[in-house]
């Protein structure tokens, strides 16, 4: 019975082709968003979180922090240096304290230029391999940097590929950075961090010669002891370099970040950005589906003589029923069908967009079945709860005032 | 699909006393003013009338898809006013097989499937609709014409269709109204004839016409007029 009434249901739609295209419009526009969001969603958390795993978790990031509105410049904020390195090393807990350079500099090989980041790695043992360690790197090809590498650089898996220089550049060659010659001994393997992809690691001492840079530090590192609560330790960091530097609680001029922070900062964000567009993607729904019951509406005005002929023949009310709603929810299901093709197909197109122009897997489309299938039913009850109360009144037409029409 | 004719004469629809009358807020029409009328199965019965003589009202009341203000109508001896308007349509789509005037097919569906759809409500399985309903597409001639949409059918040819699903259940009762309304001459006399072969294999018709022409293929003729019946 429900076959025959799907069958019907089916034909009718086909015979309304323009009126009913239009009306799942509305309905697929809305699947599109919502499954093109929540497919990339997923994959675009993975990636901003891949960018942080490569720090462990007992490591803290400490940073220069805005102060304020204003021009830059403005507001004097008291760069890190030397003398904070010293006051973080005398902090309970902390085993290692690394200060980091990260500029970005000229480079040039085989007659092309381009700007890179160039980030540098400590002479010392111990400080050399807990950065290795915490940024997770390992050579592909060659080696990684050693104490007395000077004029030596490794590099980011990008760089090295052909397309950045239109040669690819070998272990052994030669490149220009700001003028000077470099050997590359070494090219990392692909990390999930793009910005260590296309990064240029060179010793801290050639890094300072090569800018002049005297006591000038960009970021500094801090390992903790294995037992020691993260939160807690960068605590005490941000209250030593308080009294340090003479400042008030809440007017901090750096920052301490332990990892799960910055992630949990960073996933804010995304849910937010997350909810607002799936709250348009809800209205639009809500708009397609208020489409589908004046469709509905029409249909049942325009069909009451076939409406009455049916109960003439021997349709119950029921029958005529399920005979709407089952053709309005086709017209949800429909259009959720063509809105998870377009929703997927753009989520597919959008991460490779943004692939290529990483020039890594960042983001990959996350596209499950159980998602498919729920938006699937979803947009069908869409349609049945819009068709409801115009099919009702179908079923309640009275087969003689159809039949008038 | 030969039928025995019954030799004692059985009743299969009675109408007492009925009145149906219609509040236009000024003034009351009444359609249908006291009529009597008893059908037997096997009949063949014409109710001719000028238009406005409420013989389109009688045959509402009469195929149960309208409900009479005063009096009682029998469908097989069960009294329609006692049913509710699922158990009216189960006992439409099983007794009474329905002939309009514009053909009322259903125009997305074939002329196979328009045969089909009143088993569809009678909960028929695929197989055997499927049987019966081109049985009777080969019985009226239009084998070649099955899978055709209404649109593509000739008014004749659609007429035919209506009537191979009017009989798509068996019913005890053929009603139609106007049958020849919307055709002309010829093929309303094939319809006619149709009618009368109908009748022959023992079906209970009752016409509902203007056309006298129609009319007097039935056994029995009641004229109304005003609502009331002026000769039997």
Known sequence: MFKDFFLLAINNLRRRKLRSWLTMIGIFIGITAVVSLISLGQGLQTAITGQFSTLSINTLTIQNAGTGFGPPGSTVVEK???????????????????PRIVKVVRVDYNNAASFKYVADIPKENDKREMIYD????????GRLLEGNDYGKVVLGSNIAEGNQFEKKIEVGKSIIIQGEEFEVIGILEKASNFQINDAIL???????ELLGLENEIDLIIARISDNEDPEEIALRIEKALRKDRNLEEGKEDFSVETPLQAISTVNQVLSIIQIVVVGIALISIIVGGIGVANTMYTSVLERKKEIGTMKAIGAKNSDILWIFLIESGMLGFIGGLIGVILGASSAIGLSSVANNYFGSEIITVNLSIILIISVLVFSFLLGVLFGAIPSYQASKLRPIEALRE | MERKINTKKEKIIELSDVYKYYDMGHEVVKAVDGIDITINKGDFVAIVGPSGSGKSTAMNLIGALDIATK?????????????????LSQIRGKKIGFIFQAFNLIPTLTALENVMLPMVFQRIPLYERQKKAEELLIGIGLEHRMNHLPKELSGGEKQRVAVARALANDPDVILADEPTGNLDTKRGKEIADMF??????????ILVTHDMNVARHADRIYQLKDGKIINK
């Open chain 1, 80 to 98: 890190l240096n030397q003398n904070d390195v010293e006051v973080i090393e005398k902090v309970n807990g902390v085993k290692i304290v690394v």
């Open chain 1, 202 to 208: 060179m010793l801290n001492d050639d890094l300072e």
């Open chain 2, 196 to 205: 009368e072969r109908l009748s022959k294999e023992g079906r209970t018709i």
């Open chain 2, 71 to 87: 009096g009682d109508i029998f469908l097989d001896n069960i009294n329609i006013k006692q049913l509710d308007e699922s158990h």
């Open chain 1, 134 to 141: 915490s940024l997770n790197l390992d050579a592909e090809k």
